[in-house]
T-cell receptor, first 109, second 113 residues
Framework: GQNIDQPTEMTATEGAIVQINCTYQ??????LFWYQQHAGEAPTFLSY??LDGLEEKGRFSSFLSRSKGYSYLLLKELQMKDSASYLC??????????WGAGTKLIIKP | DVKVTQSSRYLVKRTGEKVFLECVQD?????MFWYRQDPGLGLRLIYF???????EKGDIPEGYSVSREKKERFSLILESASTNQTSMYLC????????????FGNGTRLTVT
């Protein structure tokens, strides 16, 4: 079957670094997305990885290992506004998205 | 910027009512999707469409239907609303047939009493 696993909740301190992990099992693989969703709002696109390695976009980076079926989202210099849910979604061989349940990130001052 | 607009932010309906949720996007995207989002569960795909007048069932189509008469508009219909359809409904659109980012509307929180 197809499955995406990510932690339900994480807590981190303002100014610190946090890594949110995601493991996936999909029928075929055409990449992995990360989205950010603030409470009561729509998910917004953060990153897409299809090749192994790290992609950096400002304070946010996303990493992919296809051989391990593993990705992580790295958030540096955490700000209070980073408190949100982070959704991981794998793309299967039919280009359908398989979604994780999301990781709620709580930032403490 | 792509804008995806859902007609209602909050909706309260009674059991058995027919409910229409409307979604419009302004970027000429071919693909449109309807998801529902419930606490502790990932986004679950109800229906999607890759073209006008075309529709495909997602993972949980039971109790729902859709209509796509125009490229920019994708409607979700609850034929006879039930309490287990109380949820947040998210519409999304994207460009092309390969992996491209979804652009989401702000969601409709539907309560069925």
């Amino acid at each position: 079957g197809q499955n995406i696993d990510q932690p339900t909740e994480m807590t981190a301190t303002e100014g610190a670094i946090v890594q949110i992990n995601c493991t996936y099992q999909t029928s075929g693989f055409n990449g992995l997305f990360w989205y950010q969703q603030h409470a009561g709002e729509a998910p917004t696109f953060l990153s897409y990885n299809v090749l192994d390695g790290l992609e950096e976009k400002g304070r946010f980076s996303s990493f992919l290992s296809r051989s391990k079926g593993y990705s992580y989202l790295l958030l540096k210099e955490l700000q209070m506004k980073d408190s949100a849910s982070y959704l991981c979604a794998g793309v299967d061989s039919n280009y359908q998205l398989i979604w994780g349940a999301g990781t709620k990130l709580i930032i403490k001052p | 910027d792509v804008k995806v607009t859902q007609s209602s932010r909050y909706l309260v309906k009674r059991t058995g009512e027919k409910v229409f949720l409307e979604c419009v996007q302004d970027m000429d995207h071919e693909n449109m999707f309807w998801y529902r989002q419930d606490p502790g569960l990932g986004l679950r795909l109800i229906y999607f469409s890759y073209d006008v007048k075309m529709k495909e069932k997602g993972d949980i189509p039971e109790g729902y239907s859709v209509s796509r008469e125009k490229k920019e508009r994708f409607s979700l219909i609850l034929e006879s609303a039930s309490t287990n359809q109380t949820s947040m409904y998210l519409c999304a659109s994207s460009f092309g047939r390969e992996a491209s980012p979804l652009h989401f509307g702000n969601g409709t929180r539907l309560t069925v009493t």
